[in-house]
């Protein structure tokens, strides 16, 4: 999974890009994944 982070001071693809890593012991990756998977479970699709 890779995460970008960026603020009004710098454009998307000037921005850095995060590879975030599942790790036996780390909940980063796991809390992410489980953000996203709410996002997208309650998201309506548009187009």
């Known amino acids: 999974m890779f995460v970008g982070a960026f603020d009004a001071g710098r454009e998307g693809h000037e921005s850095a890009l995060y590879k975030v890593m599942e790790t036996p012991h780390g909940p980063l990756?796991?809390?992410?994944?489980?953000?996203?998977?709410?996002?997208?479970?309650?998201?309506?699709?548009?187009?």
């Open 29 to 47: 990756f796991r809390g992410f994944r489980r953000m996203f998977q709410t996002v997208i479970d309650g998201a309506e699709r548009v187009i």
